[in-house]
């Protein structure tokens, strides 16, 4: 018995060390994406108002690192927030722990290098070697166009300074920890030719993360073959709950009988000058779909990305948009 106790007991000890040793592992030595790249924007003036089209319209940069006015439909962004972060997305709609968006403003990344930001935004490591949550889209965002990355650090470096100091993130066990498994090399692609449309959209799609929100989620990860049919939840703090749109083509349940002017009249709707941004009451839906910034995205592109949705798989899948918990 005694000989049987101490191989228990031998076994058990030796599970605690490779556990600890993995904790210590995954908390010191990770992440590990490499080291920034040596580089240096030039701000020309075409590139920085490349730039500002992508990071407001298009990767909607500025939707997360400002502060929204969610007693407005839709979200709209507050003034005097632009670019200072501080937008907090905590337990009452739905993430584990308490995360706030940072400010990207001079004041906020003064002392970042080019290559630091260009590394932060493709592969989720912060400055100081710290890994981002995703919900900064940074797989996706890995996955652009090198150019086009440094066009949006060229406008970033444009923007006013706000002083703004953003609270420390607080995240759940084991996540605080996991987190640091979630950062990637990133892998980027090059821009295709604006006449392969088709292709054109599919980049432009990922860009805008289109997928992250419009496809099921379970514990916090995509669930395979649910992709852009929609059904994703989003909690708001007076109880209502809004679920993803289904943007596949399937044509009974998702977008497969819209046709391109219907899609790009959807998004057009909220730049045309006779829309006013709506009041929602306590008890009022709202949606985090960014549409002003949508709005604004060029009809070319919107086209595109219409194109592409057209050839992605259908998915059969009915959802209610609306309802209370």
């Not at 990637?184 to 295709?192: D, M, T």
């Not at 959209?201 to 997928?211: F, K, P």
């Not at 916090?220 to 852009?228: D, K, L, N, Y």
Request: hydrophobic share 35%.
């Amino acid at each position: 018995m005694k000989k049987n106790r101490r191989i228990v007991l031998g076994i058990l000890f030796v599970i605690v060390v490779l556990a600890g040793g993995l904790v210590l592992y995954v908390a010191a030595a990770l992440p590990h994406v490499g080291a920034p790249p040596n580089l240096s924007v030039q701000g020309t003036p075409g590139r920085i108002a490349h730039g500002e089209y992508l990071a407001n319209q298009v990767a909607a940069c500025m939707d997360c690192h400002s502060q929204r006015d969610w007693s407005i439909y839709g979200g709209p962004l507050k003034p005097g927030s632009f670019g200072a972060g501080g937008e907090k997305f905590g337990k009452e709609i739905g993430f584990p722990g308490a995360l706030y968006s940072s400010n990207i403003t001079p004041y906020g990344l003064g002392n970042w290098t080019d290559g630091e930001l260009f590394r932060a935004i493709t592969a989720g490591v912060t400055k100081n070697g710290q890994a981002l949550f995703p919900l900064m889209d940074y797989h996706s965002y890995g996955r652009m166009d090198p150019e086009d990355i440094m066009s949006i650090i060229a406008y970033i470096r444009t923007l006013p300074s706000i002083k703004s100091d953003i609270p420390v993130r607080q995240l759940d066990f084991p996540l605080n920890l996991l987190v640091n498994t979630f950062p990637s090399r990133a892998k980027p692609e090059k821009i295709p030719d604006s006449n392969n449309i088709t292709a054109y959209g599919r980049y432009l799609t990922t860009m805008a993360d289109c997928v992250e929100c419009h496809s099921r989620v379970n514990k916090g990860s995509r669930v395979e073959g649910s992709e852009f049919g929609g059904g994703r939840t989003f909690g708001f703090p007076n109880g209502t709950v809004v679920t993803s749109a289904n943007i596949s083509s399937d044509k009974e349940t998702g977008i497969g009988n819209w046709d391109r002017s219907m899609f790009i009249r959807k998004f057009k709707l909220y730049a045309d000058s006779s829309y006013h941004p709506r009041p929602v009451g306590p008890d009022d839906f709202n949606t985090p779909m960014p549409w002003i910034s949508f709005s604004k995205m060029r009809e070319k592109d919107l086209a595109a990305i219409y194109a592409y949705l057209q050839t992605v798989k259908p998915i059969h899948n009915a959802v209610r948009t609306f309802a209370r918990k």
